[in-house]
Nanobody
Framework: QVQVVESGGGLVQAGGSLRLSCAASGNIFTLNAMEWYRQAPGKQREWVATITSGSSTNYADSVKGRFTISRDNAKNTVHLQMNNLKPEDTAVYYC?????????????WGQGTQVTVSS
């Protein structure tokens, strides 16, 4: 079985920083791209950032220049460094891991971590 667990959320003032982490564990054969999504109250889940197995990155326009995604392949972890946070960044942040568990290729989601930015 595979588990994906996020951590690092919390409450921060506008202009502050937070660092989210996500760890994938279990029967992982190949870990491919890892992504962050977020969902604000009353809104659909939106994509935030992607990092490939080769560490190529891509960001949503709304976070470009403020957020940085990175990964540690030895630990099957991905991080999201969030700087200059804005109230509109308030959301539950979800990690998505695209991997093969020895039987199939699929998307595995974490349970989410709350980020709240006060004005």
């Amino acid at each position: 079985q595979v588990q994906v667990v996020e951590s690092g959320g919390g409450l921060v003032q506008a202009g502050g920083s937070l660092r989210l982490s996500c760890a994938a564990s279990g029967n992982i054969f190949t870990l491919n791209a890892m992504e962050w999504y977020r969902q604000a109250p009353g809104k659909q889940r939106e994509w935030v950032a992607t990092i490939t197995s080769g560490s190529s990155t891509n960001y949503a326009d709304s976070v470009k220049g403020r957020f940085t995604i990175s990964r540690d392949n030895a630990k099957n972890t991905v991080h999201l460094q969030m700087n200059n946070l804005k109230p509109e960044d308030t959301a539950v942040y979800y990690c998505n891991a695209k991997l093969t568990d020895g039987l199939r290729y699929g998307d595995y989601w974490g349970q989410g971590t709350q980020v709240t930015v006060s004005s």
